[in-house]
């Protein structure tokens, strides 16, 4: 994949930066991908250029067989290469605005149903995590190594991929995600989030 290895490339939107009006305005999304998601491209092709064994290994395989990562660059790689694959799910979490809702279906809908006792029980559950992250980091939906569903927290560019689960929503809220336009409000950028959010994985 061509956005998955070394040198890494910054992948684009698939859509453009005025898509998600006005739930998230078209400057935060040009500064969010364009130089936040960048940034972290950058230094991880930086920190992987001098290890040549390395950049023989996919984006997912730098972080889950992190033995093989050097003490001097372990940092630079997990906290940059983390930022590269929370990054490139969450804009691909999002979709333009519909009349109506949007919902997850399938077996997401029906484990949904199951753990949350409606989707309005997920959206709540999830907001209310959302709201607990201190500082900077990521809300996620994951499937557990044990098959369910459960809503984490990670601190600034931890993944999902560290604890083994595998992801199905990823939510930033770090500041620069929402500040241009809600300032410190994060309660209502989550609450305009849910026009925006959809389901790629599967
Ligand atoms: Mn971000």
Known sequence: MPYDSYPFELEPLPYKYDAMEPYIDSETMYYHHDK???????NLNAALEPH?????LTLEQLLTWTRFLPQDTYTKIMQNGGGVYNHSLFFKC????????????????ADIIE????????????????LKVFGSGWTYLV??????????NLKNQETPLQLKARPVLAVDVWEHAYYLKYKSARSEYLHALWELLTYPVK
């Open 36 to 42: 936040h998601y960048r940034t972290y491209i950058d």
């Open 52 to 56: 040549p064994n390395l950049q023989e």
């Open 94 to 109: 999002l979709a333009p605005p519909e009349e109506e809702e949007r919902t997850p279906s399938g077996t997401l809908l």
């Open 115 to 130: 753990t949350y006792g409606s989707f309005t029980g997920f959206k709540r559950a999830f907001y209310t995590e959302a």
């Open 143 to 152: 499937y557990t190594r044990q098959g369910k569903l459960k809503i984490i």
